[in-house]
């Protein structure tokens, strides 16, 4: 066990406080000025099943989620049972009841929130207690990061926090000090979430308007436009289903209004319509699919690879589109704001592909810029009354001008003329098809280049989409620590892909590993139909949770 990371993970069932415990110690950590990322594992009951939340800190940057756990707190006895196998040889437990059996220290933890703090809901904050003394950290940083984080509830609810974390220190005083955590390391303070940083980004680009019929895991995302929706003068709209959703949109762009989509699982698949009616009409839709295992409800709450070939034929005939999967918080940031104005540069939907270990992954690093900075929407302004909606052009990108001027601004979702009116004439529906697929070709041009990391002559390459950055590259160093060569290429932008340029970093490369969340690999099959790889390996998850440098590392050696 490396002392200098450590996996706290906080187990419990669900409305027990496992999510509140979890974020107290989160965010005390980081205050602290030690590195943090907190990831969750849950269940889709209201109530009940084990859910937990994983705290990793470290005395330098953290990138994933560990499979196992140094420190395990465990609030039921549920926990304790199912994940006592789940600890790292010279593990702790602490167990919240009068006994734990051999192995783990029981300090009970409820049973002294009501005596400290008058409720048993207060056990979160006993626990925190317990956890900041076993860390050997100081226990007035927690104080003071309670009493900053309930200032809106009063100064009684404050003293009650403050003396529950007290009562769990002094619960945990005979363990004080036995794990002890990493020191501050000059850590960034803030923390952010992957859901919370699309959502930044999409209102500090200029979104005017987001719906969703909310579905795990994309809520979070919309439930954050919700909260800053007056701060940045957005309109939120929760449809009555996914398909009323996809339209508001498509009306809400044609409008001139940048507009944002969240879904996930099902929810895109009453969509695919709409992104459709977005292509034939040539509106810059954005839509944010959050991943889950499938088909049909599937596992709601966990996490997935599985919809990548569906959002690249999702919708029926010919369009183009882009498609963007962040692997990073600060990716998540910078790809929404590119999704957003790729779309308007082209006229033409984009969608940003997460998951549910992204959005729920937390870490600390700088500041995310919160200060609007509108994105071009490509408009023409002063379009007179010649002006023609659908105007054929060599980059198939017509001039765009929204109703409301003296431009007449039509379109049809029939095949149009140039002027937006119904037409069947066979012979303008070809130049018109062409004209909206010659947008492909700028959209390959101007398509974000895949990340390299690790040495350039690497013998093995790990090819990474979207969330598996942060596993892929601790196990590129694990690996090479371990005296092999290996690194890793990080596509950010799944499509369109510069397949020359992808055979050209891989030229000659002895081994390519796949390391794909579903179980047919489907990003090395897209390598494969563009011709940028022959063949490779693949280093497949599907059982829901998300991959760890472990997991890679020892299905390499495997």
């Known amino acids: 066990m490396n002392q200098m990371d450590l996996n706290i993970r906080i187990a419990g069932e669900a409305g027990q406080g496992v999510a509140s415990a979890g974020a107290l110690v989160v965010g005390a950590v980081a205050e602290l000025g030690v590195h943090v990322l907190a990831s969750q594992s849950y269940m889709s009951r209201i109530r009940g099943g084990l859910n937990w939340y994983d705290i990793r ?101 404050i003293q009650a926090n403050i003396r529950c974390a007290r009562a769990g220190a002094e619960l945990a005083g005979g363990l004080a000090g036995k794990m002890p955590g990493p020191r501050p390391a000059g ?70 209004a940048p507009a944002l989509v969240t879904t996930s699982g099902g929810g895109f698949a009453l969509m695919v319509e709409g992104l459709a009616l977005a292509g034939m009409l040539e509106l810059p839709v954005v839509i944010v699919l959050a991943q889950r295992p499938g088909p049909a409800t599937g596992l709601p709450t966990r996490t997935a690879q599985q919809d990548l070939a569906f959002s690249l034929s999702a919708g029926h005939g010919e369009f183009p589109r882009a498609i963007f999967a962040p692997g990073t918080i600060g990716q998540c940031y910078d790809l929404t704001r590119r999704a957003l104005q790729t779309a308007h540069k082209y006229q033409t939907p984009a969608i940003i592909l997460t998951d549910q270990f992204l959005q729920d992954m937390q870490k600390n690093g700088p500041p995310l810029p919160d200060k609007p900075d509108p994105i071009d929407r490509c408009i023409v302004a002063d379009a007179g009354t010649g002006y023609v909606r659908h105007a054929v052009t060599e980059s198939g990108v017509s001039p765009r001008a929204i109703p409301g001027g003296a431009a007449l601004v039509v379109s049809d979702s029939d095949e149009h003329d140039q002027a937006g009116h119904l037409t069947e004439d066979l012979d303008t529906h070809l130049v018109q098809h062409d004209k909206r697929m010659r947008k492909h070709a700028g959209l390959l041009g101007a398509a974000l280049p895949p990340e390299w990391y690790g040495p350039a002559d690497a013998k093995t390459v790990l090819l990474a989409w979207g969330s598996t950055y942060g596993p892929a590259r601790e196990a590129v160093d694990i690996l090479n620590a371990g005296g092999q060569s290996a690194a890793m290429l990080h596509f950010g932008q799944v499509w369109p892909i510069d397949a020359a340029r992808v055979r050209d970093l891989l030229n000659r490369r002895a081994t390519i590993v796949s390391v794909e969340g579903n179980s047919t690999a489907q990003f090395a099959g897209l390598l494969k139909q563009l011709r940028a790889i022959d063949g490779c390996r693949e280093l497949l998850r599907y059982d829901g949770m998300p991959f760890t440098a472990e997991y890679i590392v020892g299905r390499m050696k495997g």
């Open 187 to 256: 850590a960034p303070k803030p923390l952010s979430a992957g859901a919370e940083a699309i959502g930044l980004s999409a209102a500090v680009s200029g979104a005017k308007f987001a719906t969703a019929y909310p579905m795990s895991p994309s809520t979070a995302t919309f439930a954050y436009l919700a909260a800053v929706a007056d701060k940045y003068n957005i309109v939120v709209e929760q449809a009555e289903d996914e398909i009323a959703a996809v339209n508001m949109a498509c009306g809400a762009v044609y409008a001139g």
């Open 57 to 157: 800190v470290g005395s330098a940057e953290l990138f994933g989620p560990r499979e196992k756990a140094d420190l395990l707190v465990a609030l039921t006895p549920v926990a304790l049972e199912l994940l006592r196998g789940e600890l790292t040889p010279g593990g702790l437990i602490l167990f919240d009841g009068e006994s734990a059996g051999e192995g783990a220290a029981a300090l009970a933890f409820t049973k002294k929130a009501k005596e400290a703090g008058g409720s048993t809901l207060m056990a979160n904050t006993v626990a925190a207690g317990a956890v900041f003394a076993v860390l050997g950290y100081n226990l007035d940083e927690l104080c003071n990061y309670l009493a900053r984080q309930f200032k809106k509830k009063g100064d009684e609810v």
